[in-house]
């Protein structure tokens, strides 16, 4: 299987990135290299995710003096090495088994850009009936109007220069601006593999609130267009700690 280049943003994530540095140690595909593009961290993220250099070799740790999603990305893309990329959040936990399973899907289909389904397999039924139905969403669009979460995507670096990477000045639904756009020249489809991440997001903003906002913007995103003005009013990094939430 062809080597990949993982792309981890980070913002005060030092509770967070080891266990996602440990999952990919573990991975059982290890031809890969992984680029932590830190936002400007207040705490010890940087340090944490260092600490992993023997663990992950190919390991490098980028500190930005600015913040946001979309720059972070992009800036990992500028230095990875390798042709396939995959981008995650410091929060999402993986199967050892993940990129060989991913990665074979992508060769046996010849994708470019592919989502990854969310697994609520730990969570309650509440939690896994929403999953199921946002997984649905993001299958049916995957044929007309493509969505994704930006979690965990893959996409390549000539499709990513094709489309001038993520729109830096989109703060919410970047993820689905990108592979929107990449969808105008490639095949995009999700993946039958999952991941998993820190329910705090939705747990913080609360499940119905937070699938009303997404199904919000990206209804506006279908009958207006992207969202460059933060229209909805969308703070990048505002999830806290359960016991930090100042």
Known sequence: MSPISIVVITLNEEKRIGRLLEDLSKQSHQNFEVIVVDSNSDDNTCEVAQGFDKALPALTVHKMEGRGTSLGRNTGTKLASHERLLFLDADVRLEPTFLTNALHQLEKRKLEVAGVYMSAEELSLGYRLGYGLFNAG?????????????????????????????????????????????????????????????????????????????????????????????????????????????
């Open 138 to 246: 993001l299958y049916a669009t995957s044929f007309f109007f493509p969505t994704a979460v930006g979690a965990c995507l893959f996409s390549t670096k000539r499709a990513h220069e094709e489309i001038n990477g993520f729109d830096e000045e989109i703060v919410l639904c970047e993820d689905c601006d990108y592979v929107r756009r990449a969808s105008e020249t490639w095949r995009y489809r999700m993946l039958p593999v999952s991941f998993w991440f820190d329910p705090r997001r939705l747990e913080q903003d609360g499940f119905f609130k937070m699938g009303l906002t997404y199904l919000k913007a990206n209804v506006r995103r279908f009958f207006f267009g992207e969202m460059r003005n933060n229209e909805m009013n969308y703070e990048f990094g505002h999830y806290k700690d359960a016991d930090n939430k100042c």
